[in-house]
């Protein structure tokens, strides 16, 4: 299982906006619930999360340039 989310428009300004979580899914994303077909993660809310905080510090690094 793996999510992954892509943030719109920053493709022009040639920021990398895409980011792939292994082992993720659509519910860990935020506190949804279970999503259909969603299926089951291989890693924490915990994991999937910290690696979405680090995504996006590193996109906003990205904008402060």
């Known amino acids: 299982v793996k999510t992954s989310f892509t ?3 920053f493709e022009d300004a040639g ?3 895409w980011v792939e979580i ?3 899914n659509h519910a860990q994303f935020g506190y949804y619930g279970i999503q259909s077909g969603d299926g089951t993660a291989s890693i924490s809310r915990e994991e ?3 690696q ?3 995504a996006t510090i590193e996109l906003l690094k990205q904008l402060g340039n």
């Open 52 to 54: 979405i905080v680090g």
């Open 48 to 50: 999937q999360q910290k």
């Open 15 to 17: 920021i990398d906006a």
């Open 22 to 24: 292994q082992g993720g």
């Open 7 to 9: 943030l719109a428009g």
